[in-house]
Nanobody, 121 residues
Framework: QVQLVESGGGLVQPGGSLRLSCAAS????????MGWYRQPPGKQRELVAS???????NYADSVKGRATISRDNAKNTVYLQMNNLKPEDTAVYYC???????????????WGQGTLVSVSS
């Protein structure tokens, strides 16, 4: 089993910043891409940012210039730094990893439980 645990969400004022973290643990053989998705209230889940295991990143247009994704491969951890937060960034943020489990040697998408980010004054 592979578990992803997010942390760092909370209430932030518009214009503020926050840093989300997601640590993968368990029976991990290899992690390929990692990323962050979000689901605003009443809307579908959408990609925020992703990063390959070589460090190549990709961002949604809505967060370009305001978000930075990074990862520490030694710690199996991915981070999302978001600045100049806007009310429309309010959502549950989910961590995702493309991972091979050591137990099954099968490749699958793993998801965290989500962390709520609320941007409001």
């Amino acid at each position: 089993q592979v578990q992803l645990v997010e942390s760092g969400g909370g209430l932030v004022q518009p214009g503020g910043s926050l840093r989300l973290s997601c640590a993968a643990s368990g029976s991990i053989f290899k992690i390929y891409g990692m990323g962050w998705y979000r689901q605003p209230p009443g809307k579908q889940r959408e990609l925020v940012a992703s990063v390959t295991n070589e460090g190549i990143s990709n961002y949604a247009d809505s967060v370009k210039g305001r978000a930075t994704i990074s990862r520490d491969n030694a710690k199996n951890t991915v981070y999302l730094q978001m600045n100049n937060l806007k009310p429309e960034d309010t959502a549950v943020y989910y961590c995702n990893a493309d991972v091979i489990s050591r137990a099954t040697m099968s490749r699958r998408d793993a998801w965290g439980q989500g962390t709520l980010v609320s941007v409001s004054s």
